[in-house]
């Protein structure tokens, strides 16, 4: 595929853009079930110009000698696990992480494993004068990688109705996930985290756009025979979103093209082929102790966007001719919510994602799974909070292996 046809497949798509979080002052008004942030376990991804309707920023303090407010925010979590079957991650329960027959580790036995390395910190700086282009800094890690060193999960400035920097894809749908205490969670959720340019727009009270420039960090391209070369971007990703919210829910639609794209120098092969991918989700309250969610995806050349697949080489295949061979992949997700009192509530999630997979792919290579989460969570007050969360699932690998696990966590939360 040329640049030229490349650019017209990019304009082609603008029209079937897809759904993306709003905030309108009036909903907001009306229902506090408008606006779920108590509800999921990451916060929802606003402009500065959205952030900034309004002065309150609790928490925050003034940056004498300046027009900021700073505010530090993050929580510590401490997670207790029992495994029953022996998967290979002890800090995340993942699909992929489950031993299959024939693996050595199918036998394991049950295992605890103790850990605090989700706690999270993050820096919240934002300008409030009127009159001037409204503008937030956001910074924020955790300690969720090996040796327990801290790792960046966002870096990003709005300003206006634009983010720039490393945050959420503009096709992850947060609010389409019910809480889990697992890491993993949404294991069968479309998204993930990349560098990125994106233009969010209010079109109306009720419905938003959002326009991304995405850089591919992980093209996932497995080549089972070794030829020279590697793969290589050349244009960011295009997604489009748009959200329409009402005063009890809302509906997400996004899609998104790029360029998958291996470069093999004077001495290996060279391809490409387009990646594309849909997502439609959303979340519906029923009254205000339930809610339910769901999203659904469905892209070629696309597994790596899928969580329970990121790192396996999932979007495409180097065959022995060196052509690219994509992989069509799908993942649905639902959950439901129920509060038993102001409190207590539970949270169900059931995921489920599938992979189009050649018979030249990695014999224990992940083809499909699923992975559900059942939990009741205990809420002291506004900053703390406990839980305990049952998980099961299951994977089938590329050599039809299968295997199933079951596993035990709790928890316990300070936000602050």
């Not at 029992?82 to 489950?98: A, H, P, R, V």
């Amino acid at each position: 595929m040329n640049y030229k046809l490349l650019v017209l497949i990019l304009l082609l798509q603008m029209p079937f853009g897809g759904y993306a979080q709003i905030e309108t002052s009036k909903d907001s008004v009306n229902s506090p079930l408008k606006v779920p942030h108590k509800d999921i376990k990451e916060q929802v991804l606003q402009t500065a110009r959205e952030h900034l309707v309004n002065s309150d920023f609790p928490g925050s303090w003034p940056m004498f000698g300046t027009d900021f407010r700073m505010k530090i925010g993050g929580y510590l979590k401490a997670d207790f696990v029992y495994d029953i079957d022996g998967t290979l991650d002890k800090t995340q329960f993942l699909m992929s992480t489950i031993p299959v027959e024939g693996q050595p580790e199918y036998d394991n036995e049950g295992y605890i494993s103790f850990f605090a390395k989700e706690t999270r910190v993050n820096i919240d700086l934002r300008r409030f004068t009127e009159n001037e282009l409204p503008l937030q800094l956001f910074i924020e890690g955790d300690f969720f990688s090996d040796g327990n060193n801290f790792r960046l999960r966002h870096a990003y400035i709005t300003a206006g109705d634009f983010i720039l920097g490393q945050t959420w894809t503009t096709l992850s749908f947060l609010e389409s996930m019910a809480f889990m205490i697992d890491f993993a969670a949404g294991d069968a959720l479309f998204g993930g985290r990349s560098a990125q340019i994106r233009y969010q727009k209010q079109l109306t009270d009720k419905l938003k756009l959002a326009v991304g420039l995405e850089y591919l960090s992980s093209l996932g391209i497995e080549n089972p025979d070794n030829l020279d070369g590697q793969a290589s971007i050349q244009l960011p990703l295009l997604a489009l979103r748009f959200d329409y919210r009402w005063k009890t829910g809302v509906l997400f639609l996004g899609s998104s093209i790029a360029q998958l794209r291996w470069d093999g120098g004077s001495t290996g092969p060279k391809d490409q082929t387009l990646q594309w991918a849909g997502v439609i989700a959303g979340r519906q309250y029923l009254g205000e102790n339930n809610y339910f969610t769901f999203n659904f995806s469905y892209g070629n050349a696309y597994g790596e966007n899928i969580i329970a697949f990121a790192g396996s080489n999932a979007n495409a295949v180097l065959t022995p001719e060196g052509t690219l061979e994509p992989m069509l992949a799908k993942s649905i997700m639902t959950g439901f919510m129920h509060r038993w009192t102001p409190k207590l509530e539970s949270n169900l999630n059931y995921a489920y994602g599938w992979l189009d997979a050649p018979a030249s792919r990695a014999d224990y290579a992940l083809k499909r799974g699923g992975i559900g989460h059942l939990n009741l969570i205990y809420k002291f007050g506004k900053n703390f909070s406990i839980g305990a969360e049952y998980m099961w699932g299951a994977q089938r690998t590329n050599n039809d292996a299968y295997g199933n696990a079951g596993r035990f966590q709790s928890m316990a939360k300070f936000d602050f």
